[in-house]
């Protein structure tokens, strides 16, 4: 069965801490997502990677193939990070389909 | 750029009735897609199409329909809205395997 497991479900930080956001997926996942959705707003796509590291401004998304794992880090934190955080997979030979993590709950303190 | 958009974003339905949910996008997008996102859950797919003409059951595709005329519309028909309908919807689109999805802004859907 094709999974995507993140962690932690809710987490909580002061303004300016690092931040990370894990994700697992299972086997026949060939490429990961990150994606972003403020309370009560759309959903935006962050990164997708299917190797190694991307970085946009404070946000940073790493990817470990043989461990099918991937961590979305965030730097200098700020309140208007607050948001949920999803990791979603795309599975190989399905058709471009995407399997979604339950997502991650961020909020950030000043 | 308009990107992906879903109407209506808010809509009220009483049990029984039906009601089209409508996505755009002007990408040139082949894939569309229409998922469903309830509390606590992972986004489900409800029903995808791989290019005009062409759609395909997702994992929730009970109570739905769609159609694809066109690249750019994929609209989402409830035929007999239930409360289990109840619901936030996305509709999203790509260009293919290894590409950044597009997400529309939601339509919340409350069946009473």
């Known amino acids: 069965k094709n999974e995507v497991e993140q962690s932690p479900q809710n987490l909580t930080a002061q303004e300016g801490e690092f931040i990370t956001i894990n994700c697992s997926y299972s086997v026949g996942i060939s490429a990961l997502h990150w994606l972003q959705q403020h309370p009560g707003g759309g959903i935006v796509s962050l990164f997708m990677?299917?190797?190694g590291k991307k970085k946009h401004g404070r946000l940073i998304a790493t990817i470990n193939i043989q461990e099918k794992h991937s961590s979305l880090h965030i730097t200098a934190s700020h309140p208007r990070d607050s948001a949920v955080y999803i990791c979603?997979?795309?599975?190989?030979?399905?058709?471009?389909?995407?399997?979604f993590g339950k997502g991650t709950l961020l909020t950030v303190n000043p | 750029n308009a990107g992906v958009t879903q109407t209506p974003k808010f809509r009220i339905l009483k049990i029984g009735q039906s009601m089209t949910l409508q996505c755009t996008q002007d990408m040139n997008h082949n894939y569309m897609y229409w998922y469903r996102q309830d509390p606590g859950m992972g986004l489900k797919l409800i029903y995808y199409?791989?290019?005009?003409?062409?759609?395909d059951k997702g994992e929730v595709p009970n109570g739905y329909n769609v159609s694809r005329s066109t690249t750019e519309d994929f609209p989402l028909r409830l035929e007999l809205a239930a409360p289990s309908q109840t619901s936030v919807y996305f509709c999203?689109?790509?260009?293919?395997?290894?590409?950044?999805?597009?997400f529309g802004q939601g339509t919340r859907l409350t069946v009473v």
């Open positions: 999203a689109s790509r260009t293919g395997a290894g590409t950044e999805a597009f």
């Open positions: 199409s791989v290019g005009a003409g062409i759609t």
């Open positions: 990677l299917s190797s």
């Open positions: 979603a997979g795309g599975l190989r030979g399905s058709n471009y389909k995407l399997t």
